[in-house]
């Protein structure tokens, strides 16, 4: 009688998938048609407890914007980028604004590009893909931003932020 209840049991589960963690949901915009920056901008509006951006450019006026109002509203928003990018005049511009604004902002020390470009919000969601922060990576580029709607894969991608966060060799903190 048990095996027989066990076996139902496991019947179940497989025929109705009871049990199994529902798919992620990934939404995919291209550059320029998609206009994959007023995703993000979408992103940062909606967020409520923190923002982790770690990104090789960020030079949108509407991105910086948009993240000193969630700084504002109370949202914990923090940003990694590469260090070669500080020679870029308005990449400058878009941290000296977000530093001023109170957001930390920490920049690579290795040899290597930070050549990631990852935005995490709410260990709901996560956003990856090609597109840095920029105009030109909004409107002109061929790029891809993928926001995927899934805990498990965003708390990889939030780990993965703080482990760089907290690493004082490979990233120091700017502007201080």
């Given amino acids: 009688m048990w095996f027989r209840l066990v076996f139902l049991c496991m019947t179940a589960v497989a025929i109705l998938g009871v049990g199994r963690a529902p798919a992620a949901t990934i939404d995919v915009f291209f550059a320029p048609e998609d206009e994959p920056l007023n995703q993000v901008i979408r992103l940062y ?42 020679d870029d005049p308005k990449q400058r511009a878009a941290l000296e604004t977000l530093r001023i604004a109170g957001v930390p902002i920490r920049i690579n020390q290795h040899d290597g590009l930070m050549h990631l470009k990852q935005v995490v919000v709410d260990d709901s969601l996560s956003a990856s893909g090609s597109m840095n922060q920029t105009t030109s990576g909004n409107l002109y580029n061929d790029e891809r931003l993928d926001v995927i709607h899934d805990r498990s894969v965003s708390v990889k991608a939030r780990d993965k932020f703080l482990s760089m966060w907290q690493d004082d060799v490979r990233y120091r903190f700017w502007g201080e």
């Fill in 45 to 86: 509006d909606e967020a409520r407890r923190y923002i982790f951006v770690a990104t090789y450019g960020i030079t949108s006026p509407r991105a910086v914007k948009a993240l000193i109002e969630a700084k504002k509203r109370g949202v914990d928003v923090r940003v990694i980028t590469d260090r070669g990018k500080l």
